[in-house]
């Protein structure tokens, strides 16, 4: 069931009237109805897999109990150790198994070797990525006695498998999430209809601006041998723009949705492309996954405590490992990669953290400085961005080659007019709400009249509904 669907237009409403009416008095049971919910949400993509994310959570939750009750430090390493070994196992076989084989096979083959090496047809889980992280750090936070673990099975399944974030996040925390599946909600208008608005955000975002990018996109990199250098420049351009109008507008509608049922969930999206430095950059794209890995890795690591090598020795650790979940293909390594390196002068100059605040704050422009920043930022994340969207290392080095011709300046020879006006138009809406958690929070301030805002909301569902039969899934599906 894909947010951006007629069913779920239809889901959503379904569960917000009887959470809400026939539920309300009674948290207990609307935490069992979200439950069910939520397996019928994920049994949608394939029924099989249900059994996965229950074994997953049982375990998890079951762990969670023993590393809590035991005052053995060897126990609780040993049950600490199961479960993380369990949990990145199955990761490890849905999502890496083929890859590892067939590096293998090339690697025999390099050698004079002939080997008669077969993979297998492995479906990928939907969403395992995701589930296996909010274990995961439910898991690591009781053993370092952050949180004691919930003994309430409901409402640790809840936790794991609540529908809006199941699929692709954000990756949510025990500490922020569990306390609010614990406590009565109560219903709040201004909340809902705040939920509501980035809902509509979302869906702009996904089946307005990206799936219109990614048409585009696809017809530029599947042909990439065949056009200019500036077509491929705006090819890459269009990718990087699809690639976040998909997975923002997705955790848009997943945090929006979470709203209309009483929950906050994790800020994924911070308005990354108003960004001054690579450092920034990740502070603002996919804030959960970031700050998982900081904390679950570049902390334990040692993190920046222990002097400058050991300092980008951490830091090009998380960049890979983060490429290297994203999906067994040596581009997301070197994507990785690349991120780590346009980070070091940053790091090294030990001017990572100078930018914390918004560019711009209570300003309509940027400076002149802000503006090269954010074209300079923007340039090196798109330039990662082509090794992320190319089928193959070889691929992308063709692509990069491809740009730098004497074509790089010549008229593009695809584009679309009217794509580039919707993508004008989406900027600016995210250029004025950059100071706020979505775009469209605080609109009725910068439009004071009903009518105007009405109309507003009135030409954003109507682009949505004009482009809303395409049913695309969303880019991090596959991750």
Not at 49 to 60: E, H, K, Q, V, Y
Not at 342 to 363: E, W, Y
Not at 432 to 449: Q, V
Request: hydrophobic share 50%.
């Amino acid at each position: 069931m894909l947010f951006n669907s007629f069913e779920y237009a239809l889901f959503l409403p379904l569960i917000f009237i009887i959470y809400w009416n026939v539920l309300k008095k009674s948290f207990k049971l609307q935490n069992i109805f979200l439950l069910v919910a939520s397996y019928f949400f994920y049994g949608c993509w394939d029924w099989r897999f249900l059994f996965l994310l229950a074994f997953s959570t049982f375990l998890d939750y079951f762990a969670g109990l023993k590393i809590a009750d035991s005052t053995n430090t060897s126990v609780r390493k040993a049950w600490l150790w199961i479960t993380v070994a369990i949990n990145l196992g199955f990761l490890g076989f849905f999502k890496y198994f083929n890859f590892f084989i067939s590096e293998f096979a090339d690697l025999l083959l390099k050698l004079g070797f002939t080997p008669h090496i077969t993979t297998l047809n492995i479906i990928l889980p939907i969403g395992i990525s995701f589930y296996t992280f909010h274990g995961l750090s439910y898991i690591l936070d009781i053993y370092n006695d952050k949180i004691k673990p919930t003994k309430n099975l409901v409402n640790y399944s809840l936790f794991v498998a609540f529908f809006p974030l199941l699929v692709a996040g954000p990756i949510e925390r025990a500490t922020h999430l569990l306390p609010q599946i614990e406590r009565k909600r109560s219903f709040s208008f201004d909340k809902a209809i705040d939920g509501l608005r980035q809902i509509l955000w979302g869906l702009f975002k996904k089946v307005v601006i990206a799936d219109n990018c990614a048409r585009l996109a696809d017809s530029i990199f599947n042909h990439s041998d065949t056009y200019s250098g500036a077509t491929l420049v705006l090819g890459a351009i269009f990718f990087s723009i699809q690639i976040y109008g998909d997975f923002s507008g997705y955790s848009d509608i997943a945090l929006g949705s979470a709203r209309l049922l009483g929950f906050e969930l994790l800020k994924n999206f911070n308005y990354p492309y108003f960004s001054r430095d690579i450092a920034e950059f990740w502070r603002r794209w996919h804030i959960s996954l970031s700050s998982w890995f900081k904390d679950y890795l570049y902390i334990p690591l040692g993190g920046s405590r222990q002097g400058m090598t050991k300092t980008i020795r951490n830091t090009f650790i998380i960049f890979l490992v983060s490429g290297f979940w994203h999906g067994a293909n040596w581009t997301f390594i070197v994507w990785g990669g690349l991120n780590a390196l346009f980070q070091m002068p940053s790091t090294i100059l030990k001017r990572n953290r100078r930018h914390l605040d918004v560019v711009a704050r209570g300003h309509l422009l940027p400076s002149i400085r802000e503006t090269v920043q954010l074209i300079t930022t923007f340039a090196l994340a798109t330039f990662a961005w082509i090794f992320f969207r190319a089928e193959s290392i070889h691929h992308a080095i063709a692509y990069i080659k491809g740009i730098f011709t004497y074509e790089l300046f010549s008229i593009p020879k695809i584009y679309s007019g009217k794509v580039l006006l919707l993508i004008l138009f989406f900027f600016v809406i995210e250029w004025f709400g950059r100071e706020s958690n979505h775009a469209l929070e605080k609109i009725e301030t910068a439009i004071s009249n009903k009518y105007l805002r009405w109309l507003f909301y009135y030409i954003i569902a109507v682009l949505v509904f004009l482009y809303f039969g395409h049913h695309q899934a969303f880019i991090y599906f596959q991750f």
